[in-house]
């Protein structure tokens, strides 16, 4: 998944995957039995959501279902490994009510930040005036909820971003702390107003600022063209 | 309890996007410490709507070159306010002002005038365009050159072609410089900079020994303009504008935050030979021939004039940077205050990630100071010797809490 490289056209599509492909892993962590979602990309048209390529849909249909219009995937993929696509379906369902709590648990707000921050780094390292903006930048953004590791994005040596749910030594080069979970959660849902709430406190920010005014311009573009898989 | 800076912003999120914008927004400083909204300042002090009064280093951000509420000016000022601000026609003290600069800055000729920096910049690249029919613009990588589209620094709103006959290079690298020349030949109209390198988030840089002959050597020989944008030095660094404190000549040069004294005014000067294509480019704007900010900026000038300002506050600068950058380091806190005294840069050396400077800006709140960690202070001829030694005091006080934060 990592080294795949999207179509620009299935940038939105892709990034939905990973972003999935997030949540279940961090599912899994929790012990929440769910399927790993390993997003594939299969041509400029078609995306996998397993390695048994059992659950694929076309570019336009995975935005479309995570945007909450009914989609169907590929049937003949469906069908040929029915017990896993039930998993993988199943998989879907639980992410999606993770969304729909109306409160929630520093699990669930990690599960979704991780998602959230996935859709952010597909358009870092994919979307090409996302990557001209971030240019010569590198770094390391943790996020917390008060006290509580979220998870981080840094950049690696070869200019690819990523997302991970482990609080390393390295030092961030930015830290941003949401003041409570409800807060954490709009964060997530790339609904922070980065003025309003930085102003009144609700969230907190220390270090490096043009990094995360990047980065954070960069979330609030991804998550305007990528539908949040609310409606799964 | 709420504050009063949060009630406020609380009624202004709801009219104002983003509650406050630019960068005065609290998130560009620190939102946890800074007060949100100001009521009244005077001299080098300033109080916000808590009643908290601050010892104040940004001088609105530069604006204030005299002291807050300076009263000759605001007699100036307010002698002219009787009269009328904006008219049908532009006032007899827009020809005065324009006659002080033109005796006042060696190369200049003529000046126009408007409200902000971006205004003047703007113009002064499309007069060079004009002038030579060419269409490339140089400036310095990460140069603030105000808030139109060829140069701002934020994110939003930008097409891709906004930007397309804007070429970079690194400050203080000639030979980059003349690379471009080399790229571009006979298609460059300007090269425009600031007197010294004043990145935001970044340690100032003042120019290398010969750099500005360098590029006036190199603007000369391609026959391109060398714009000088002087909107935030003007006025700090030399009475007679900051090339001759770097000596070197420019073509066009642009003021602003220094002449006012917190009254909106802008200015370009440039040389007789560039007066007739300064004509054919349009220019004008709502109130831009106000009448009472010209009234402030002649009494500014005849100040700054008369006690010598720019060598007083880069004197009352290098006493205050040498004084805190001591004490800092007899408590191993390696602080290092860049750019010129008059409105210095701090940096905390190894601080790439702006950490340490944040906590000491956040317990220098605590004590009442206003050092800004992501920009530039500001010197005024307000601050006397007696307030720079009370605010060392209060500096060292929040270098002792640091430490012991640290340990």
């Known amino acids: 998944m990592k080294n795949d490289h999207p179509a620009k056209e299935q940038i939105s599509a892709w990034a939905i995957a990973c972003s999935l492909s997030a949540a279940s892993k961090e599912m899994i962590e929790q012990n929440i039995w769910v399927q790993c979602l390993q997003p594939e990309l299969q041509g400029a048209s078609w995306i996998s959501l397993t390695k048994e390529n059992n659950m694929v849909f076309s570019n336009v249909n995975l935005v479309r279902v995570a945007g909450g219009t009914f989609a169907i995937p590929k049937i003949a993929c469906l069908l040929k490994k029915p017990i896993k696509s039930l998993g993988a379906l199943l998989t879907l369902i639980k992410i999606r009510r993770v969304y729909l709590q109306k409160k929630h648990t520093i699990e669930q707000v990690r599960i979704l930040m991780l998602a959230g921050l996935e859709t952010a780094v597909c358009y870092l390292n994919f979307h090409s005036y996302s990557k001209s903006l971030m240019v010569g930048e590198s770094g390391k953004i943790d996020f917390y909820v008060k006290e509580k590791f979220l998870g981080s994005v840094s950049c690696s040596t070869n200019n690819f971003w990523e997302t991970s749910n482990r609080n390393t030594r390295e030092e961030p080069s930015i830290i941003i702390t949401f003041k409570d979970l409800n807060t954490a959660y709009r964060g997530a849902l790339g609904e922070i107003d980065p003025l309003v709430d930085a102003a009144e406190k609700n969230v907190l920010i220390r270090g490096r600022i043009p990094l995360i005014e990047k980065f954070g311009y960069i979330s609030r573009l991804a998550m305007k063209e990528v539908p949040i898989p609310k409606t799964l | ?407």
């Open chain 2, 1 to 407: 309890m709420k504050s009063n800076s949060e009630l406020i912003f609380q009624r202004a999120k709801r009219v104002i996007p983003g509650g406050i914008y630019g960068h005065v927004a609290p998130a560009a400083g620190l939102p946890d410490c800074f007060p949100h909204y100001c009521k009244k300042a005077s001299g080098y002090k300033f109080e916000d709507v808590d009643g908290k009064e601050w010892i104040d280093f940004m001088c609105g951000f530069g604006a204030i070159l005299h002291g807050y509420s300076n009263a000759e000016i605001e007699r100036a000022a307010t002698s002219q306010r009787k009269m009328g601000t904006v008219f049908n026609q532009p006032s007899e003290v827009m020809v005065e002002l324009a006659e002080i600069l033109v005796q006042r800055i060696d190369f200049a000729d003529w000046a126009v005038f408007a409200k902000n920096g971006s205004d003047l910049t703007t113009w002064a690249i499309r007069v060079a365009r004009e002038k030579t029919n060419r269409k490339y613009i140089i400036k310095a990588k990460g140069a603030y050159h105000g808030v139109d589209s060829w140069c701002d620094p934020g994110l939003g709103g930008r097409i891709p072609s906004d930007r397309q006959e804007i070429l970079e290079f690194n400050w203080n690298d000639p030979d980059h410089l003349s690379s471009l020349f080399k790229k571009f030949p006979s298609q460059i109209a300007a090269v425009i900079l600031t007197p010294y390198h004043h990145p935001s988030f970044q340690r100032s840089e003042m120019p290398t020994a010969g750099f500005w002959e360098n590029v006036s050597a190199i603007c000369r020989k391609e026959e391109a303009f060398l714009i000088l944008d002087d909107v935030r030095a003007g006025g700090r660094l030399h009475d007679g504008g900051s090339h001759r404190f770097f000596n070197f000549t420019p073509d066009l040069a642009v003021y602003s935050k220094g002449l006012g004294n917190g009254y909106a005014i802008s200015a370009c000067v440039g040389k007789a030979e560039h007066k007739l294509a300064s004509a054919e480019v349009f220019l004008t704007g709502s109130c831009w021939n106000d009448a009472v900010a010209m009234a402030a900026a002649i009494s500014s000038l005849k100040i700054s004039e008369r006690e010598g300002v720019a060598k007083q506050v880069l004197s009352k600068g290098k006493y205050f940077c040498d004084q805190l950058e001591s004490v800092a380091k007899k408590q191993n806190f390696p602080l290092l205050m860049t750019g010129p005294p008059s409105m210095p840069y701090p940096f905390v050396e190894g601080d790439f990630n702006l950490f340490k400077i944040q906590e000491f800006c956040r317990f220098c709140a605590e004590e009442g100071l206003y050092f800004h960690p992501h920009h530039n202070w500001f010197i005024s001829n307000a601050h006397t010797f007696e307030s720079i030694d009370h605010s060392i005091k209060k500096a060292s006080l929040a270098i002792d809490k640091l430490s012991q934060q640290s340990n």
